[in-house]
C-alpha cells in the first residue's frame, strides 16, 4: 500500500512540474442542465511503446515536423488509445467514450505547443448529455493502459477535494453529482377508488356482523343456561 501512494504523490506533483513518468490526467465536470465533458491530458508515450516508461519525454518537433496526413494519422492512434483504455460507468452501466477532438500541447505548461517545447502531451476534450435517470458517474481504466491515472470531478464549478488516483485495471470510486429522482407518484383513477372505497366497507361491515353475532350467541347461551331447570333425581 505505501509504496502505491508514494508513487501517487509522485505522479500528482507531475502534474504540476513537468516529468519523466507518463501519466494521464481526467478532468470530469457535470452541469445543472445535464450535460458533462471530459478533458484529458495524456503523454504520447502510452501509446508510442509497451512500456511508457522505457522512452524518455517527447519533443514538441516529434509531432511538428510531421505531415499534415502524418499528424492527423498520430491523433487518430490517440483517440483510439482513449476509447481503448478509458471506460465511463453510469449507475453501473457503461457507455463509449463520446466523440474526442484531440490536440497537441506544451505539457510543462499546458499551453500551446512551441517550437521549443520539451514535452508533448496531448489534449482531448468531449462533451454529451448524462444518461437518463442517471445519478452516479465512474471511470474504468483498463489494464493495458500502461500509465496510471489521476481523476477529479467537478460538479458546475465545485471539485472534490481529493483527486482520485488509478492504476490500470481499477475502477475509480463513485462520484454522485445529483439526487435520485423521487418513485413515481401512483394515481388511482377515481372509479377504482371509490370501488375499493366499497370494498373495504363492506369487508369492515361483515366483520362487524360476525363479531357481534358472536357476541349476541354467547348471551343467549348465558341466559339459556341460567333458566334451565334442574332435573328431579328419581
Known amino acids: ?73 498520430t491523433l487518430e492512434k490517440a483517440g483510439d488509445y482513449l476509447r481503448q483504455v478509458v471506460g465511463l460507468i453510469f449507475n453501473g452501466r457503461p457507455i463509449p467514450l463520446p466523440k474526442l477532438t484531440v490536440q497537441p500541447i506544451d505539457g510543462s505548461d499546458n499551453t500551446t505547443l512551441k517550437p521549443d517545447t520539451q514535452e508533448l502531451h496531448l489534449l482531448a476534450k468531449c462533451t454529451a448529455p448524462v444518461p437518463e435517470g442517471a445519478t452516479e458517474f465512474q471511470i474504468a481504466f483498463a489494464k493495458s493502459a500502461a500509465i496510471d491515472l489521476i481523476l477529479l470531478n467537478a460538479l458546475e464549478n465545485a471539485a472534490e477535494r481529493k483527486p482520485q488516483v488509478l492504476f490500470p485495471g481499477e475502477t475509480s470510486r463513485s462520484f454522485v453529482f445529483r439526487s435520485a429522482p423521487p418513485p413515481p407518484r401512483v394515481v388511482v383513477p377515481a372509479a377504482q377508488s371509490h370501488s375499493n372505497m366499497l370494498i373495504a366497507t363492506l369487508v ?12 349476541l350467541l354467547g348471551i343467549y347461551r348465558h341466559h339459556h343456561r341460567a333458566h334451565r331447570r334442574p332435573k328431579h333425581q328419581e
Open 1 to 73: 500500500m505505501l509504496p502505491r501512494l508514494v508513487f501517487a504523490l509522485i505522479a500528482l506533483s507531475g502534474l504540476l512540474h513537468a516529468h519523466n513518468v507518463p501519466s494521464m490526467t481526467i478532468e470530469s465536470r457535470f452541469t445543472a442542465g445535464g450535460n458533462f465533458d471530459l478533458t484529458i491530458n495524456f503523454d504520447p508515450r502510452a501509446f508510442l511503446a509497451a512500456d511508457p516508461r522505457s522512452l524518455p519525454p517527447v519533443a514538441g518537433s516529434w509531432f511538428s515536423d510531421q505531415s499534415p496526413e502524418q499528424a492527423a494519422a
Open 204 to 215: 369492515v361491515a361483515a366483520i362487524a356482523a360476525v363479531l357481534i353475532g358472536r357476541h
